[in-house]
């Protein structure tokens, strides 16, 4: 015998000797179908945290046992079975799928009905598939497994439109513990169709009892709208989410759906998460930190601060909360805050099940720790932060920050020596330790050198913004200012959405206060493209106050500041003061800018043309 063949047999003979032993039992119910594959509406796991399984009877059996039932499985059903199995597996899944599928009915059993439906999934016949679950549940009714898999071959077949009733019995079967689970199942599955304007509608007229109910209607209501969302109706995915937490104020569904839209130019959005935040002080952590994350994502560092405060208030051992909080503290300038946020995301990071995430936050921590050692010229303390990451994916990031703590304490040879030994598995590591020795050259003033650097790489590379962008800056630095301009529009020209480019020249001419119409045009065009940038409203607020509007510069000046107290910006919002005659709110303004940065140029400058000790 050909051994390929004999495998095969043997194959077929063990499969046919378990489903041979499911029908000997001849059942009339439909039993659980473990080793069945997944449908596309998935049985949800029950959650019964803490119960216990029955205790098993004694030995001793009971006077009265019934008498054992006879099996229906008859030589000839048998042989029917054995037949179509072995046609099936033969080459002939046609005649094996309706030979196995009439013993189905037969004996009305599940799992010879299950075995119809993948002979015919087998053989790539999905409108046999269906055919076979429709019988399973014509002749078991209350199978919800049977019912389970016509939604699973409708969706894959696209006939959407078919599937509300099946679903809307398949909702109403499922205990109300289970719904979460199978509400996001539908979403993930119905997410998949076609046509996602109809897979929305469908779904919402299966869904139309629970959407009207307060315990399941912000849930259900939630489900429709990430599928309007999916089909790009944002509108209506808002819409979804606003009625959902009406009918229940207390469901997270509607208010995570929201955060997804959160978007100047979706103004709507924002108010459903920050009532349910308001109104659940238990809300989960992980929605108030997606909140957070997003606030920064738009900028709003301030805003993002008061959530993590809040939540750290809160959770106080919540690991995760500590260190984005600590992270923005550090982006304000707030070091000491910082530093003691950080400290004890160390501290709480240690019972972090998930090793890869503990690695990960624990290495962003001591980067930053780093960083605040370094601004405070604790070059020793800073090393020793750094001597902690141990990870080999940030090994580049650690010795471009030791680096530059060589270059800060006057050793730049060495300094560059350590940046060329890093190793370059990407294009893109290249690409980093290039700028990062080019930004070594540039906090050293060596202009000249690093333009050389930039004007080779660009030469190469023409088309790299990142590179045109750099040279300009450090074209600025040497004074060469028409060159400078050249650079910024040709960055315009390769990027119109750049708003630095846009900002950067904008700024250059106010600063100088030549063709200020001009510059307040390029900047505003900056701000529409980044309208939460607060450097971006600082270039704005300047070119106003050199346009002679200094109430106006001072409003955008001081809202910039309040959302990033940079030294910078704050050098800026001090003239506008002190022009003003707020001389001694300017001083208080620089003061906070000095504690901040000190050796910060623009500041420096601002305090010595103004004749200026704070």
Known sequence: MIPSLRRHRLAAAASLVVLLACAAHAQTSDPAAPNSPAPIIERPAPSRPGTKPPTAPAAAKPASEPAAQPSALTAELFYEILMGEMTARSGDPGSGYALVLDAARRLRDGKLFQRAVEIALQSRSGDAALAASRAWQETLPNSRDARRIELQILIALNRIGETVEPLRAEVAATPQIEKPMLMAVIARNYSRASDKKQAASVVEQALVDELKSPTTGGLAWATVGRLRLNAGDTSGA???????????PASDAPAALALE??????????????????????????LRIAYARVLVENRRYTDSAAQLQALTAARPQLAEPWLLLGSLQAQARQDAAAETSLKRYIDLAANQKDPDDRQRGTTQAYLVLSQLAERRKDFTAAERWLARVDSTDDLVVAQTRRAGLLARQGKLPQARELLRGLPERTPEDKKQKFLAEVQLLRDARQYQAAYDMLAQASAAAPSDSDLVYDQAMVAEKLNRLDEMERLLRRLIELKPENQNAYNALGYSFADRKIRLDEARTLIQKAVQLAPEDPFIADSLGWVEFRLGNTTEAIRILEAAYKTRPDPEIGAHFGEVLWSAGQKDRAVTIWKEALLSDGENETLQETLKRLRVKP
């Open 261 to 286: 839209m959160i978007d100047p130019g979706q103004p709507l959005a924002e108010p459903i998460v920050t009532r349910y935040l308001a109104n659940n002080p238990k809300a989960p952590p992980d």
């Open 238 to 248: 808002l819409d979804a989410a606003f009625k959902g937490q009406q009918i229940d």
